[in-house]
Every structure is written in C-alpha cells, then in structure tokens.
C-alpha cells in the first residue's frame, strides 16, 4: 500500500482495514418472488449484524435477450437446463420493489446498494439515492458500464470472480479514469458453490498490495469459515447470500445462508478481525494473573544461615515470586544469609554469592 491504508465510507459506515468487518447480506434472488419474503430477510439480516444488504438491479431483458440458440440454455452447474431470459425472470427483484426495500433498509439501520447492469439500472438507482455500486464478477469485463457506475463519485465494489490480472487492472484503471476514488475489490470465485480448496484466500493481501484498494471476499461457498479465515488474511468485506430457509428453493438457495447462519458470520468475522490486532509481544492484560505461576527461585528444604545452597534445597518450581530460573547456576554453592524456610522465594539480600573459587 501506498500511504495510510484506504478507507471508504458507505451510508456512514466506515470500511477499512482497521474497521470491522462490512457484511453484506445478498438477497438475490431469495425472495422467491414475493417482496413479503424480501422484507423478512432483510429484518433477518439486521437481526443477524449484517451492515448492509444488497440487490440486484436487473431485467431479464436488460441482461440477456428471449432466445434459446447455443450458449443461451445453461449446459451446467446448479442451474443446467435452465434458459437465460427465464433465469433472470424469475431471480430478477422488480425494479417497482427498489423504493420500499430502500425504505425498508433505512428502518432496520441497514445500508442498502445494488448490483448493477446497465446504465439503465444506475440512472434508476441515482433517482433513489444509492449509495454504492456493485461490479458483479461476470461484469467485470464490461468497462463501458465500470465507467458509468464510477461518474457517480459513489463507492464502486468490484467483485473479481474468473477475472486474471489484466482483467482487473483494466476495470480498476477504467474506474479511476472516470473519477472513482473509493474503490473495493472482492477476490471471488464464481463457482456455485465454491470449494473451499478453491477459494485460494491468499490472493486477498496480493489483490490489496496490486492494487492499492480496500479489499474483501464475495464468499459462495457452503458454511462460515473460509469468510471467517478471510477476515484473518485482511478482507475489509465479506458478501454471503441470504435466504430465510435453503428448503424453500429459490435460484441461489442452495449456497445461500440461513439467518442462525448470518449471526454466526457476523459474530465470527468481528472476533476475527479483533483477533488479528498488531505485532505485539509480552504481556497482555488477560495474562496478567497468569505471570505468577511462571517458575522461580524457591527454597525446597528450611535452609540453616551460613549453609550452603545445594541441588538438594534449592528448586525452579512454579509459582514466580522469587528469582529468575536463569540465576540458579549462580546461587548454587552460595550460602545463605538468614534461615530460609522451605517455601520461600529466593531473593539476593539472602544469599552470599560464592566467590571465584566456590
């Protein structure tokens, strides 16, 4: 990183390496259809300590076209079979929905932003004052759209899924060019679900140090850990989808997580990053009444003044009131002072140390 460590701010929220952790909570296309639906995972998500949720700002026809010629069917993965258009029909949340969840979100003290699509969605968000954007990664490539997002001074997030290295320099440079300044990168793979083998979260810290950005994970895969082990390797952002019940269905049901699920990331996450702290060595608070059961110096035998300190009377033995372990070569054949009675700790002003020849 160049300087002090970026920092951006979302609906008042400050992001940064030294802030805890931004949790997202995706909605998707978890609703189900029914904006009842989209309401309960958002008060769940509060509940849950998220800090922000986040749509996504589409129509089937602004994201693909009704057609079923090759490479318009899904051939694999959880949605094979599937067409585009009625994919994104039936996961698309309506564009009429946006202004009571923003409404809603204000209530619960929940940011809410969007993914966006086109610039159609963006000019839609700006009339409802979003306050960030989100790059999803199959969008990354898009430049002409990272630009557009990026001319509204709004934080961009950028998730960098299937993405190499040229890919995300050439969007990040795009953001900057036009006017960018608080940028996050999202490492990600775009696997449904991810392997947790494959999440490669080592990539996070070189992502930051490339690229000089606040980064974080877009998490798909299953459970709490790897965002968990993310949050330790320094993501400032962690993006999970959320549903009410993974037994309900839905589009992204299946890698989504339930809200027990949520509370746990959150609570999971926050002890992560204060567990990361700084470099720091010797003593913490919490060891304070640990320090004296270190060993020491310590009569084992009711040692007569004038006698000799031997192997036989004097022991390193826990608790640590007396001398150091490292001066026992030293007291050793000394004599001592004053009666010593067993269980003393050794102190100097008891010994008379030998002289050079014993």
Known sequence: MTGSSPEIFI???RIAADAPPFVIAELSGNHNGDIERAFAIMEAAAAAGASAVKLQTYTADTITIDHDGPGFVIESGPWAGRRLHDLYAEAHTPWSWHEPLFAKAKTLGLAV????FDETSIDFLEDLGCPAYKIASFEIVDLPLIARAAATGKPLIISTGMAGLGDIEAAVSAARAAGARDLVLLHCVSGYPTPAAEA??????????????IVGLSDHTLGVAVSVAAVALGAAVIEKHVTLRRADGGPDAGFSLEPEELSLLCAATADAWAARGTVMYGNKPSEAASRQFRRSLYAVRDIKAGEALTADNVRSIRPGFGLAPKYLPRVLGSRALQDIAKGTPLGWKMIAEAGPNG
Not at 113 to 116: C, D, E, K, L, T
Not at 200 to 213: E, K, P, Q, V, Y
């Open 11 to 13: 609906a008042g929220r």
């Open 113 to 116: 932003f969007a993914s966006v």
């Open 200 to 213: 490669n979260l080592a990539t996070i810290g070189h992502l930051g140090r490339a690229f000089d950005t």
